[in-house]
Structures are given as C-alpha cells and as structure tokens.
C-alpha cells in the first residue's frame, strides 16, 4: 500500500529531524569532477536533503537553489545558507519540476522517480551538466531496500539520451553519471 502525500512528507521530516553533529560532505563523484563545472550560472541540488551539494556549489561561486520536500532538511540548510548565493525551497519536485533550460548545473544524489528523467535533461542549458548519482543493483546493506527505489546495474548509462555521457562509475550498490546538454 503507497504513502499518502501527509504520510511521505511526515516520514522524510522525521528522517531530517534528527540534527548531525558534522556537516555531510557533498558526493565525491561531484567533488572529483569540480573542474568541469562553470565558474559561474545557475544550479540547482534537487532532493538536496540537508544540503551539501548545494553548499559545495554555492561555495564555488554559482548561483545555486537546493529543493527538497522536506521542510526539516531545508530549514537546516537555509541556516547555513547566509551570506552564500543559494536560495533553499521546500518544493515537491515530482508535481513541480525544473522549467526548461534554466540551469548549468544540475545534481542529484540518492533520490530515484524515473518519469522525471525527461525533465531533467530539458532543464538543463547548452553545454549545461547533469551530475546524477544513487543507489543501484541489489541491496547490500545500505539505502533502499525497495527495487522501484534503486535503479538497475547499467540502467543509468541509457537514462538521459538527449545528452552526452561524459563519465559513468557503477559498483556493487551505487551508480553515478555526468552528463552534458
């Protein structure tokens, strides 16, 4: 039986809830490909969670806004947000989507709906750079033990087809992908 809207949004604040004495890092995957990112535009951490990517982003000098539907996981971020050019929202981001070609950067981690894939690629600008990276293959211990919430092992390489796969790293539980428009 599926969440109800109240249900999933009561679930994720309590996840977020919980205060994390360390600040998270954001995705090595992101950290390691830092030199292909513009020095400046716009990006946006969607299902940013408590925010790292967009803190990272933001640092570097891009205007950045980090989306999540969790208003515990933002209200952190916003905190740690001053003085940075970032702008944090709580929004649904499958009933609200990025618009078309509003961003030179786009990252995702850990957060899987495939219908949104499509959406995705049409937000990104020319030359613009999709970073995706989340759970994948069977579970092993770590992050969903829901199938529909992981994706399969080499599924990610043909999930943006509209853009240039630039690179691709999968291993026993995770998959991560750069693409460009």
Known sequence: ????????????????????????????????????????????DLACGRGENALFLARRGLET???DYAESAVAGLRERAVGLPLQVQCRDVIAQPPAPDSFAVIVVAHFLHRPLFPALAAALRPGGLLFYATWAGAYAGRGPQNMAYRLGLGELAGAFPGLILLELQEDMDRAAGVWRC
């Not at 109240?6 to 205060?19: G, L, N, S, T």
């Not at 600040?23 to 995957?29: A, D, N």
């Open 1 to 44: 039986m599926a969440m109800t809207d109240d249900e999933k949004r009561a679930h994720w604040d309590a996840c977020y809830a919980q205060v994390e004495a360390v600040e998270p890092e954001p995705l090595p995957f992101l950290t390691a490909h830092a030199d292909w990112l513009p020095a400046s535009g716009r990006a946006l």
């Open 65 to 67: 806004e980090a989306w």
